[in-house]
Each structure stands twice: as structure tokens, then as C-alpha cells.
């Protein structure tokens, strides 16, 4: 199967044949590459071939459409999620506004306890359904990549069958899928005086059974002063590098807790959240090749300052952004939203916001060589825009429904 798009006004974030497809550093997120006045085959699934209309070829397609004045962009590949939950969490958002803060909501038993209690109740079959749904709103929206943790289930039933989930949904869905493992995502109640004890279930039994049934992709932590501590991080990425699961953590949201420089130490893919940042933190990360990922969507429901994406890209350092999706801190998918947030609120440029959410995104779950891109061989998971008049418009117009068409795997499905 053949499809031809002609007469695109911008093809954006296009790589040449042979060129090495790799995270964005600093500079390099503000100078992708784009071709006005283009055309685009897509052949089976994979882009096929592109150039300028000024010198197309005869080309032969089963279907040709002209997209006068849209855009053509690279998904979103969203590289850190919680999808899999079974209830959104509103009253909390009542009770923040009424005064309370979200680690209190937690501390009294709510947040990802409140969650956990729910997803301990429902059964496999039902929130395999939910999150197809979600799953299907998600890849609507323009997100052709994903990462879906665990991490409400704090018990090996309910992680388990969190992972479970999360892999149906790999094997079904027409888009590719990453995994991680979160049970450290904080202390179940029978657990709060006993660390060691949560410890031991998580290294001596949940790790073994989701290694047996290759159920993650990555080791998750929640590193943060209330939730697990530097040290305790240390001892999880270390027994999940025992089962092949490489670190993927969330770190500094709250506090400078450390996670960032435990995160390193074990050469993590990436660092998120990092909305407490200092000079140390920076440097540590400027010495690795881990990828520093922020969620300006938590920053932006829970009212906190936002992470210091200016000072970590004229650092020289790889940006991601991606949405946390999850019912406490960021119930929004919404990656076109992302743009936006990092454009107005963080000061980054139009384009180094679509890197990060693109190749940079695909890099951050590994995917850099099929994903993130307009490069031949690479999977046709694309955006179409409405006409506009340039690619800040896409940042610019909050709210807007800017993006008319999401092609995956080179078909059409909005
Ligand atoms: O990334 N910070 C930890 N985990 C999630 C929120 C979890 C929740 O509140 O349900 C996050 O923000
Ligand atoms: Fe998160």
C-alpha cells in the first residue's frame, strides 16, 4: 500500500536517509531540520520517501492527497504515563483547592494509596477495557508512542495484574508500548514502619515473577523524601538491573532528594519530574547519558514552580517532555497542551518543545531508531494540521483543536 501526500507546507523534523537518529543536546533541539512546499510517500506502514515538490518525481501511489498549507509532524511519543488506573481523583482536586497539598492528601491516606485501594478492587478484565479506551482518546490526540507504568497495585496481585494490562495492550495496540515497573511508587499502610519489609516483597517476589513473565521494560522509583528514600532507590535499580530492567525514575519532584545523582549512578534512561533543581543536579547530569524528562502538566495541576528546561538545555543537555498522564497529579493526555506549558511557562522555543516530545520522547523509551522522526524506514505514525500560519501556531493556540489528522502505521484513524 502506497499514500502519497503532496503540497505540505512544512515537513517537520526530517532526517536524511543515513543519518543517525539520536536524542537532541541542547543547540541541536532548536535546529531540526524542516523542507517547505513538500512531499511525503509512505509505503506498508513506513515512511518510503520524501522531498520538495519543486523536484518530485513521478511517483506512483494507490491514494494521493494534496494538504495544501497543513503541517506534517512526527507523533507524539509520550514517555511517561500512568494510563492504567482505574478511577480519577477529582476530590482531591477539591481538597487541594479547599487548602490541602498533595503530599498531605497523601500522608492521610489518599493520593496513590487512594488509588491503590481501587485498583486492588477491580477486576482484570475491566480495567483491561478502560485502558483500551484511554489508550485509543491517547493515540487520537497524536501520541504514536507510549510508556504505561505500574505502580497503584503495591501488592504482587495488583502490580501483577497492572503489568498484565499494560501487556494486552501491548500485543493489541497499533502503536508501540513500554513498560515499567513502580511498585516503589510508595508505602502501602501495613508497610509505612516497615521499609525493609516492602523492600524484600518487591526485591525477593514481585521482581522474579514480572522477569519470569517479561513484564516490564523498566525499573521505576518514586525517589522523594515521604516515598523512597536515595538510599532505598539505590538498592531497587540495583536489584532490577539484576533482572535486566534498566532505571527510568521519577526524581525531584518535591525536594532535591538525590534522585537525580542515584539516578546516574546506575546510568539511568532517563530522570523525571526535576522540578527542585540545583547547580549540583545539572552538572551531575551533564556528566551521563541519561535524558532529564520533565512533566510540566504535574507542575501545572499542582500549582508548583516549573522545571528549569532553559537553564538544562543552554546546560547542553537532552530534553524530553511528556504528560504523566495519571489521575493525581496530571489527569491529561493532552501532549499538544505539553507544547504549550513548555513554550509559555518554561521558555522553550516552538521547536525545541516538539523535539522534546518527539525524537527526544522516542529516545527516552529507546524507540529513536523507528520513532521521533521524518526518516525513511521509520514508522508512519504522523500528525496533520489544520492550515496554519507557522509552527508556533501549534504551541500558540491553547485549547485549539490544531491537529486535524493522527496516521498510524501509515492509516488514517482520526
Ligand atoms: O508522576 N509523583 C509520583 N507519581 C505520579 C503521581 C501519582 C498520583 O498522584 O497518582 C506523578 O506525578
Ligand atoms: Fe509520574
Redesign the pocket.
Known amino acids: 500500500m502506497r499514500t502519497l501526500f503532496t503540497d505540505i507546507k512544512e515537513l517537520v523534523l526530517t532526517e536524511a536517509d543515513n543519518a543517525l537518529s539520536n536524542v537532541l543536546k541542547g543547540t541541536e533541539m532548536d535546529a531540526i531540520e524542516t523542507l517547505s512546499n513538500a512531499w511525503l510517500l509512505l509505503e506498508d506502514g513506513l515512511i518510503h520517501a520524501f522531498g520538495s515538490m519543486d523536484t518530485m518525481p513521478e511517483l506512483q501511489a494507490h491514494e494521493t492527497y494534496n494538504l495544501n498549507g497543513s503541517y506534517v509532524l512526527p507523533t507524539y511519543i509520550d514517555s511517561?504515563t500512568?494510563l492504567v488506573f482505574s478511577h480519577y481523583?477529582e476530590q482531591e482536586f477539591e481538597d487541594r483547592i479547599h487548602g490541602l497539598t498533595?503530599e498531605e492528601i497523601a500522608q492521610r491516606g489518599g493520593?496513590?494509596l487512594n488509588?491503590a485501594r481501587r485498583m486492588q478492587e477491580i477486576t482484570e478484565e475491566e480495567l483491561f477495557k478502560l485502558s483500551k479506551e484511554k489508550l485509543e482518546a491517547v493515540i487520537a490526540s497524536g501520541t504514536g508512542g507510549l510508556e504505561i507504568k505500574s505502580?497503584?497495585g503495591l501488592n504482587t496481585q495488583a502490580e501483577l495484574k497492572m503489568l498484565r494490562v499494560i501487556q494486552r495492550l501491548k500485543e493489541q495496540a497499533p502503536i508501540p508500548i513500554k513498560a515499567s515497573f513502580l511498585a516503589a511508587?510508595t508505602y502501602p499502610l501495613e508497610f509505612r514502619e516497615n521499609h525493609e519489609g516492602y523492600l524484600n516483597l518487591i526485591i525477593q517476589e514481585m521482581l522474579p515473577l514480572i522477569a519470569q513473565e517479561k513484564l516490564a521494560d523498566y525499573m521505576d522509583v518514586?525517589c522523594?523524601r515521604g516515598f523512597f528514600s536515595a538510599e532505598e532507590t539505590d538498592r531497587l535499580l540495583e536489584a532490577g538491573y539484576k533482572y535486566g530492567l534498566k532505571p527510568k525514575i521519577?526524581a525531584n519532584?518535591l525536594y532535591n532528594s538525590g534522585g537525580v545523582q542515584v539516578g546516574v549512578k546506575h546510568n539511568a534512561i532517563s530522570v523525571d519530574?526535576l522540578e527542585t533543581m540545583d547547580e549540583e543536579e545539572v552538572a551531575c547530569l551533564k556528566n551521563s547519558n541519561t535524558i532529564a524528562t520533565l512533566?510540566p502538566g504535574?507542575a501545572f495541576f499542582l500549582a508548583m514552580h516549573y522545571q528549569p528546561a532553559r537553564k538544562l538545555i543552554d546546560a547542553g543537555l537532552p530534553v524530553a517532555l511528556a504528560s504523566?498522564y495519571?489521575?493525581?497529579?496530571?489527569p491529561s493526555y493532552n501532549m499538544n497542551f505539553i507544547q504549550t506549558l513548555a513554550c509559555s511557562q518554561m521558555k522553550m522555543t516552538p521547536k525545541e518543545a516538539l523535539s522534546a516530545s518527539t525524537l527526544n520522547g522516542a529516545a527516552a523509551l529507546e524507540l529513536q531508531t523507528c520513532l521521533g522522526s521524518i526518516q525513511k524506514g521509520k514508522i508512519a505514525n504522523l500528525m496533520i494540521t489544520k492550515p496554519m500560519p507557522s509552527l508556533a501556531f501549534l504551541a500558540y493556540a491553547f485549547g485549539e483543536q490544531v491537529i486535524d489528522q493522527v496516521w498510524i502505521k501509515g492509516k488514517r484513524i482520526r
Open positions: 511517561h500512568h481523583r498533595y493520593g496513590i488509588s505502580g497503584y511508587h518514586f522523594e521519577h519532584q519530574h512533566l504535574a504523566d495519571n489521575p493525581g497529579s496530571c
